[in-house]
């Protein structure tokens, strides 16, 4: 019965505005009209409602009979969502129907789009190092990153307002991407595939639930099969583990029926994360203060740059670092090597373009070929001083840094 019941009914969502009207307002005036709905809310804007209820082709809402279990068509959702919003001087929007009651002087509580001062965030990507600070400065605010290796992942993290990684789009080597955040409100989890929000898998542990079951206080069993079948949440704990190579899906899914707290640790635990992932979600550690982490400050689009060029080249799996590597060698190790080079170039390139000036005045043409390369020649010396100059500066200052790292680590031994 509850197989060919779910196939009459239609999965609809929608959502309630109400400045002033609390959940349980809400949840009996559904009662009074019978009809079977999921609401949900965050205790903070408890004047949002999400709405979850059934509709049927012809659009009418699922309702409960007064004398037998299981649902029957009520009135049109359009029908439903005026009579709502005029009751509560509401906004309210299900499925295609919409109707606005609000007045015009209506004050909606302000909602946060970048976070709270207490909002901390772990990003599980295998985005590389390299665009790292080029994020920090695009977003203008400091990431702190750390490898896992054993995840073949990058854990990059932040706290505070702000706005989020991935506010700007997200590139395909930085997908799937695994959003962890933590409040003094909620509890969440966002999985990021495609970069499409409507194909993200979201979970949060800090939302409150609430069954309206129509007109009657305790569902038949027809009644909570149907619930059970098209209003229960729709995350799937397996878009969220396909994210991390070696998440288990069982205790995933087990995790996400774990209520608050010990749900959003259990969904950790699953994952197979680093333990002190944990702790900086909760604020017992700072995000600078992860094991191995490396902190990116926005200072600016070329300072981001020239760092994140030098982490691109710096990766043994980027093709021609061996090559910048043992350059930068060269030219910091032996520099007269390089300036010999240059200065050989340049002569030869000098000695072409006299030849070709020699050839125009004996034929009275000048052999372009001739002149170009030897002009490519010096150009290209030039350049190439300039570079080696520029590189070997570099190279000193990071040794320097280096020595004076290790030196403060021994006296602070």
Request: net charge negative.
């Amino acid at each position: 019965m509850a197989q060919d019941a779910s196939q009459r009914w239609n999965r609809t969502d929608g959502v309630l505005i109400a400045p002033g009207t609390t959940p349980e307002a809400v949840a009996a005036a559904f009662a009074a009209r019978g009809v079977l709905v999921r609401l949900e809310w965050f205790p903070t804007t408890a004047h949002l409602l999400s709405l979850t209820l059934l509709t049927d082709v012809e659009g009418r809402v699922a309702v409960t009979p007064p004398s037998r279990g299981g649902a029957v068509p009520g009135p049109g959702v359009s029908e439903l969502v005026e009579s709502l919003a005029r009751e509560f001087t509401a906004d309210v929007a299900i499925g295609p129907a919409t109707f606005n009651a609000l007045p015009d002087s209506a004050e909606l509580p302000a909602v946060s789009a970048h976070g709270a001062a207490s909002t901390r965030t772990v990003v599980i990507s295998p985005m590389s190092a390299y665009m790292v600070p080029l994020q920090a400065t695009l977003l203008e605010r400091p990431l702190a990153v750390a490898n896992a290796p054993a995840l073949s992942r990058r854990i990059v993290m932040y706290s505070g307002e702000g706005a989020d990684l991935g506010v700007f789009g997200w590139d395909e080597e930085s997908l799937p991407a695994l959003i962890l955040t933590s409040d003094a409100e909620d509890l969440s989890i966002r999985a990021v595939t495609t970069g499409d929000p409507e194909d993200d898998a979201v979970f949060s542990w800090g939302m409150s639930s609430l069954h309206v079951w129509g007109g009657v206080e305790e569902p038949g069993p027809a009644l909570r099969a149907l619930a059970d079948e098209l209003l229960a949440d729709l995350t799937d704990a397996s878009g969220i583990v396909a994210a991390i190579p070696g998440a288990d899906l069982e205790a995933a899914t087990e995790a996400i029926a774990q209520p608050g707290p010990e749900g959003f640790a259990a969904m950790l635990a699953a994952l197979g994360l680093p333990e002190w992932v944990g702790s900086v979600l909760t604020g017992r550690l700072a995000p600078v203060e992860a094991p191995g982490v490396v902190v990116h400050e926005p200072r600016g689009l070329s300072n981001a740059v020239g760092r994140s060029v030098g982490l691109l080249l710096a990766d043994p799996s980027t093709p021609g670092s061996a090559f910048w590597q043992t350059y930068v060698r060269t030219v910091t190790d032996r520099p007269w090597a390089v300036r010999a080079g240059a200065l050989l170039e340049a002569g030869l390139g000098g000695t072409l373009v006299g030849a070709a000036v020699r050839r125009r005045r004996s034929t009275g043409l000048l052999p372009v070929g001739l002149t170009a390369v030897g002009v490519f020649l010096m150009v290209d010396a030039i350049t190439e001083v300039s570079l080696a100059s520029w590189t070997r500066h570099r190279e000193l200052r990071r040794r320097a840094d280096e020595e004076m790292a290790l030196v403060a680590e021994e006296l602070g031994a």
